[in-house]
Every structure is written in structure tokens, then in C-alpha cells.
């Protein structure tokens, strides 16, 4: 079971880009990367979910290096609602006995 | 909205009662589950079920028993819990072999 890392907290301001990193060293060769995003009091809310190189979707684009070992999930021009905590997830695609959600990121969006 | 709904939304119990978290997904996925989150603490996967069968059970104490009649809706049965076991209780949903669940927005538990 991968073990991921990430920072704890993060501070950002309205407008700009967002990088958030994920380590996960110990990743295995059918292990996806997954990231969630959770707001207070309610349920964490699927972002992406990449294997390898870049991703990309409407709300976030995911980046791999070709070794795997870490991740970075990009998020364009934040805006205060974007204020939540951002969790990274490494496992296999089997129905989530791997999901194993860490402390996450908090993302705080300053005006 | 995401496709999944769980009532009641907050729950309060004293230890010696027996209560039942409902929730029901709308989505047709095949797989549900239950996760825990206590204060500061990061989700904690409670029990898998695929296609009405319990595929995963992480070491939950005995006073949670689950059930799902179908693969729509998934209940979580409790019976004198302690005070520790107050938290938000999320049921989630996925459709097959996939990382991407659709999660209720939970039901917050308070044990007195």
C-alpha cells in the first residue's frame, strides 16, 4: 500500500495558479493517483485521476513524472471557493480496499 | 448533488440506543461504502460492498453492522456506541473497478 505525503497546509490568493505535490516513493506498477477535494461538513468530491505524464480536465490538470514517485495537482486562477482540503490517493483500481485518505492539504484562497 | 443521499443528516444517541444510517444511491453504481471522519482525523474506509456482497471489512467493532439489501441503498445499524464513535459518517458509490466514488454529504453522529 502506497503511503503518500503532502504538505499540510498552503496559502494561496485569488487569481493565481495552485501547485499542490504529492510524494508516494513506494507506488506500484498498477497503482492510479487520485486526487479528492473536501469543503467542511461535507463529503470529498472526486477532482482527476492520472497513471502517468499529464491529465487534464475542467476544473484541475494532473502532472506525473515519468518515475511516478510524486505528483502535482495544478489548479488554474483559484478563487476563494476553492478553499478546502485537497487529499491525494494511491492504489489500485479494485472497488477502494487500498483507499487509504491521509491528512490532505489544506488549501487556503485569500482575497 | 451527487447521486448519493443519507438521512438523517444529524444524529444524536445516547450509548445505550440502537439507531440506523440510511443511504441511497441514485447513480446505478454497483459498490457502496462506508467511511468515517472524527475530528482532525482523515477518513477511515468501515466496510465495502460489491454488488450486495461485503468485500471489506477494516477491523470496525461489532456495535457498527452494516447491511445492504440492494445495490442501491446501504444502511449502517449501530447499537451502544461510546462516546469516540462521534463523527461524520460518509456513505460513497462507485461503478465497477474505479478510484473515482461519488460520496453523500454524511450524517453527523454525536454519542452521549
Known amino acids: 500500500l502506497a503511503k503518500t505525503t503532502q504538505p499540510i497546509s498552503m496559502d494561496s490568493y485569488e487569481g493565481q495558479e495552485v501547485n499542490i505535490t504529492c510524494s508516494h516513493n513506494n507506488i506500484a506498477t498498477n497503482d492510479y493517483i487520485t486526487w479528492y477535494q473536501q469543503f467542511p461538513s461535507q463529503g470529498p468530491r472526486f477532482i482527476i485521476q492520472g497513471y502517468k505524464t499529464k491529465v487534464t480536465n475542467e476544473v484541475a490538470s494532473l502532472f506525473i513524472p515519468a518515475d511516478r514517485k510524486s505528483s502535482t495537482l495544478s489548479l488554474p486562477r483559484v478563487s476563494l471557493s476553492d478553499t478546502a482540503v485537497y487529499y491525494c490517493?494511491?492504489?489500485?483500481?479494485?472497488?477502494?480496499?487500498?483507499?487509504?485518505f491521509g491528512p490532505g492539504t489544506r488549501l487556503s484562497v485569500l482575497p | 448533488e451527487t447521486g448519493v443521499t443519507q438521512t438523517p443528516r444529524h444524529l444524536v444517541m445516547g450509548m445505550t440506543n440502537k439507531k440506523s444510517l440510511k443511504c441511497e444511491q441514485h447513480l446505478g453504481h454497483n459498490a457502496m461504502y462506508w467511511y468515517k471522519q472524527s475530528a482532525k482525523k482523515p477518513l477511515e474506509l468501515m466496510f465495502v460492498y460489491s454488488l450486495e456482497e461485503r468485500v471489506e471489512n477494516n477491523s470496525v467493532p461489532s456495535r457498527f453492522s452494516p447491511e445492504c439489501p440492494n445495490s442501491s441503498h446501504l444502511f449502517l445499524h449501530l447499537h451502544t456506541l461510546q462516546p469516540e464513535d462521534s463523527a461524520l459518517y460518509l456513505c460513497?458509490?462507485?461503478?465497477?473497478?474505479?478510484?473515482?466514488?461519488?460520496f453523500g454529504p454524511g450524517t453527523r453522529l454525536t454519542v452521549l
Open positions: 460513497a458509490s462507485s461503478q465497477d473497478q474505479t478510484n473515482e466514488q461519488f
Open positions: 490517493l494511491v492504489g489500485e483500481t479494485n472497488y477502494g480496499q487500498n483507499f487509504v
